[in-house]
């Protein structure tokens, strides 16, 4: 398992995190999951807690900084459709992507993690793990579910953050905005058109009912 991106710098919430909890919250008091009172972060408890983690950088979302470490502007896809070139197709690729994402973070890796103190994690995620040809899918939740599982085991939060929206909510290869370039050129954000916002807050509807 590869270690050096993944240990990349636990960022602040991301606006997409902050939405599930401005978009969903009866589903969040029925389910019990971290919320907000004022401006403090609460627990399921209502005690105000801070997080302390690690963001699981690179493991759902390819990123190219991340990946190859030359800061060239790389997204997701991009990657997806060389490996397609470089292995002999599409469904090479896919299996390659698909064993990345079960191998990069296991359950040794949160292990660690919380033996150094950590209480949390952040997961950055593409939102087509949970969309495909038109419809809400359930795919993301097999690597979801791991990761969970084994944080929970070691008494850790998890931090969902969609970090590639439908529309692209900004300008960067990190959220696989495929319409962008090195100059991050601004009118390729369409997150706030057409339906995008709906099928975000839709998928996030999805995860929060599993």
Known sequence: MTRGPMMCGFKAWKTLVTALLLLLPQVIVAANFVGTSGTKIVDENGQEIFFNGINLGNWLVWEGYLMMGDFNYRTHTQFFNELSSALGGPSKAAEFEYQWRLNYVDETAIADLSDLGFNSVRVPFNYKLFYSNGNIVDDGFEFFDRVINWCRTY???????????PGYQNPGDHCDNDDSNANQPR???????????????SIWRHIARR
């Open 187 to 201: 009118d390729t954000v369409k997150f706030w058109d057409g339906d995008n916002v709906q099928l975000a807050a």
């Open 155 to 165: 008494g850790m939060y998890v931090l969902l953050d969609m970090h590639g929206a």
